[in-house]
């Protein structure tokens, strides 16, 4: 059985830093390109960053220079360290693999003084 679970999120002030987890079970982890997307209120669902098994990084421009997502094969674990946050961070961030094969509950990330 397949699960993804995220970890992290929190309330916290334009700015500051927030590191997110994403530990997957029921998957060979190593093999498979992990990504974050993020969902805010009325908008549709977008990427973040991904990491593929080689370790390549992608970035969406909005977060380029700020965000970075590494992996730990050892732990089947994702991370999104997240710094210079800012209010349209705000959202609802997920983990998925494999390009959408199963989702996180997600976790919220809310930006505000």
């Known amino acids: 059985q397949v699960q993804l679970v995220e970890s992290g999120g929190g309330l916290v002030q334009p700015g500051g830093s927030l590191r997110l987890s994403c530990a997957a079970s029921?998957?060979?982890?190593?093999?498979?390109?992990m990504a974050w997307y993020r969902q805010a209120p009325g908008k549709q669902r977008e990427l973040v960053a991904a990491i593929t098994s080689g370790g390549t990084t992608n970035y969406a421009d909005s977060v380029k220079g700020r965000f970075t997502i590494c992996r730990d094969n050892a732990k089947n674990t994702v991370y999104l360290q997240m710094n210079s946050l800012k209010p349209e961070d705000t959202a609802v961030y997920y983990c998925?693999?494999?390009?959408?094969?199963?989702w996180g509950q997600g976790t919220q990330v809310t930006v505000s003084s």
């Open positions: 029921g998957i060979i982890f190593r093999l498979y390109t």
């Open positions: 998925t693999f494999g390009g959408g094969v199963s």
